[in-house]
Nanobody
C-alpha cells in the first residue's frame, strides 16, 4: 500500500509562480519515472512533465522553459516549479510514480489525488 500526497497548490495571479511537491507515504522497491499531470473537470487528463530515473526529463511543449521538474527516486519525491502561470493552466495537478513496491510483483503507475491550482486575478 502506498499513498502519494501532493501539496503546494493554491490561488495565484497570472504571471505568478508556484512550486508543487509530491511525496509517497513509503519507499518504492524501484522507480522508472515520476511525473506530473493536470486535469480540468470534464476534460482529458494532460501530461505536463516527467523525470526518468535513468535518463532525463521531458515536458509538454506548452510549458517548456517555464516549468521545471525535479525529484529524488530514492526518497520517492517529485517537485514541479511552475513559472509565469497562465489562466488556462488552472487545473487539478496530479502526481504519478511509475514503479514497483516491495512485496508486489511487477510495477504499475501510482497516482495522488491532486492539488488544485487556480490562476486568476
Amino acid at each position: 500500500q502506498v499513498q502519494l500526497v501532493e501539496s503546494g497548490g493554491g490561488l495565484v495571479q497570472p504571471g505568478g509562480s508556484l512550486r508543487l511537491s509530491c511525496k509517497a507515504s513509503r519507499g518504492f522497491f524501484s522507480i522508472m519515472s515520476m511525473a506530473w499531470y493536470r486535469q480540468i473537470p470534464g476534460k482529458q487528463r494532460e501530461f505536463v512533465a516527467r523525470q526518468h530515473s535513468l535518463s532525463g526529463s521531458n515536458y509538454t511543449e506548452s510549458v517548456e522553459g517555464r516549468f521545471f521538474i525535479s525529484g529524488d527516486v530514492f526518497g520517492a519525491t517529485v517537485d514541479l516549479q511552475m513559472n509565469n502561470l497562465k489562466a488556462e493552466e488552472t487545473a487539478n495537478y496530479l502526481c504519478d510514480i511509475d514503479g514497483g513496491l516491495e512485496g508486489s510483483t511487477g510495477r504499475t503507475d501510482y497516482w495522488g489525488t491532486g492539488t488544485h491550482v487556480a490562476v486568476s486575478s
